[in-house]
């Protein structure tokens, strides 16, 4: 089991989306809450049959619904696992190699501007 963390993981998308993975206390399960903000307004998610999600407006101040999915932390794994497949993953080395290569450029634009800023000063003194 990979899921570690006992905080609730939140992710909020641009477009309103919000997703809540919390591992669930003394136990190998793991809830996912899905929901959406729209207008002022939130949706929780359902699974409804065929697995197509069914949103449901959540009333403002009612009680705390039940979650949109509890598997077991392995199946979520397989799912994470799933998903990293499908969602291009950003290479670490990739990036480290970009940010070296983007302080050195910085060092090398300072260093001419402040060398042509001393050659501009001398010629002026002559």
Known sequence: MRV?????IKVK???GWVVVLQPVPWSDAVELWIGRQENGRFYRASVAEGGLL???EVEKGSEQTSPTLV??????DGLAEALRG???QVDKREVDAELKATKYHLEDMRNLV???TALEQ???GK
């Open 54 to 56: 069914n949103m449901t």
């Open 71 to 76: 598997v077991s932390a392995t199946v979520w």
């Open 4 to 8: 570690q963390k006992q905080e609730p």
């Open 86 to 88: 499908v969602v291009p």
């Open 13 to 15: 998308t641009e477009d």
């Open 114 to 116: 402040f060398e042509q």
């Open 122 to 124: 001398e010629r002026r």
